[in-house]
């Protein structure tokens, strides 16, 4: 081992101790901020994943739209068959309705769909929580559970629909009066697009309500696990004929997708400050250091010791604080995140707001999701600004002038 180094864990290890308490401040500085750092992103990326999940189990992988009525779907349904990346393909209305349930009005987003297709693109029947899926027919709707609660209705329960064909036909003297429907089973489906306001009826029943004839308004598609949405987007939309367009969840959901990412960056920004802290206190214990081994730092200077040792010796000590401050904060994270659940339940149940994860984020649980890259970042800067910190003190050492060193007592 070089003598600088040997040095450098001396002065952090001196003898008859097992470590200073400076390195050992130091040390705990640094790991508490890459646990900081580990658990923040891995719990962001978690949250990020589950809302990525949830938008393509309630949207499906593509959906191909004209912003109008499409006529064709049917020749459309054919050729996707025949595509070998599609694993099933749905036609779909959609639209917004007025809905009163004993005198309680509501304007819910309302969903024609196939019921022959739909459970293949978009599994509505695992989101019943109430009633079923296959009591739906033409005369009847699913309501999404925040609909239900806002207008009191139940499984049973007889609600009227009010279109706007309603009033277009009123404009040419037609008097067209609001549908009656039974309410069939209620849905949660854990996404807040789709639980806050939405309603589900049958296609057939979309289209006479909109006065679409036989047209739809576009086409739900679901691709074998591992193809790519949005490459296979784009090979859709040079298949297909004008104005129909395909567009990926990724492309739907893109200003959303951009906060999530957005968020967590910030997060990283804000909090590699912590880290930025830890390394101000390895430098100004290292400084303090350097000023008492002045005359060490002499000695070493007059018996042939070179400024660029000295300068390694002191950023060894910054590199090893960060080396271990990060593999201690990176373990304790990783404990910290199996547990997760267990902390959180207790405190929520120590400060009595156990339901304020559904009722607010829809989980129960917190999501986590480990990617690699984010330990490689916060590690390899944990430790760039640790062995940064010991170049301030490390670069006064190496100044010194030999012959001042040694008179100063």
Not at 240 to 264: C, G, H, N, T
Not at 365 to 373: G, Q, T
Request: charged share 15%; hydrophobic share 50%; glycine share 8%.
């Amino acid at each position: 081992m070089p003598w600088y180094f040997y040095i450098a864990l001396k002065q952090l290890f001196p003898t008859g101790r097992p470590a200073s308490f400076f390195f050992l401040l130091s040390v705990v500085g640094v790991m508490l901020g890459v646990m900081i750092l580990v658990i923040v992103q891995s719990v962001m990326g978690g949250f990020g994943r589950v809302y990525r999940e949830k938008i393509v189990t309630t949207n499906g992988d593509i959906r191909i739209e004209t912003g109008g009525v499409i006529r064709d779907h049917a020749d459309l349904l054919a050729y996707l068959g025949t595509r070998p990346e599609v694993k099933a393909a749905t036609p779909y209305a959609h639209g917004f309705v007025m809905l009163e349930h004993r005198n309680r009005p509501a304007f819910p987003a309302i969903r024609g769909v196939d019921l022959e297709r739909e459970n293949a693109v978009i599994p509505i029947s695992d989101f019943v929580i109430l009633g079923g899926f296959d009591a739906l027919d033409d005369e009847s709707v699913l309501l999404s559970s925040n609909l239900a609660k806002s207008v009191r209705a139940s499984v049973g329960s007889t609600v009227e629909v009010f279109t706007p064909l309603m009033l277009e036909k009123l404009s040419q003297d037609e008097i067209i009066l609001p549908r009656e429907l039974k309410v069939v089973g209620i849905y949660e489906t854990g996404w807040s697009d789709f639980d806050t306001n939405t309603m589900v009826c049958t296609l057939r029943l979309m289209q006479e309500l909109y006065g679409l004839g036989d047209g739809v308004h576009g086409i739900a598609l679901r691709l074998h696990p591992h193809i790519d949405a949005v490459a296979f987007s784009r090979v859709l939309n040079e298949a297909i004929p004008k104005p129909k367009q395909a567009m990926s969840w990724m492309d739907m959901y893109q200003d959303f997708l951009w906060v999530l990412r957005l968020e967590k960056n910030i997060m990283f920004f804000l909090l590699i400050f912590i880290v930025l802290v830890a390394a101000f206190v390895i430098a100004n214990a290292q400084l303090l250091t350097v000023l008492r081994k002045t005359r060490e730092i002499g000695l070493i200077g007059a018996i042939g010791g070179r400024p660029g040792q000295l300068v390694l010796c002191y950023c060894f000590q910054g590199f090893f604080i960060g080396f271990l401050g990060t593999a201690f904060g990176v373990a304790g994270a990783l404990v910290s995140l199996h547990y997760r659940n267990d902390i959180i339940h207790a405190f929520a149940a120590l400060t009595e707001s156990q339901d304020t994860l559904v009722k607010f984020y829809q989980f129960a649980d917190i999501p986590v999701h480990y990617v690699a890259s984010d330990f490689v970042i916060i590690s390899v800067c944990a430790l760039i600004l640790s062995t940064l910190a010991g170049f301030l003190p490390a670069w006064r050492a190496a100044t010194m002038c030999p012959a001042e060193a040694l008179r100063i007592e």
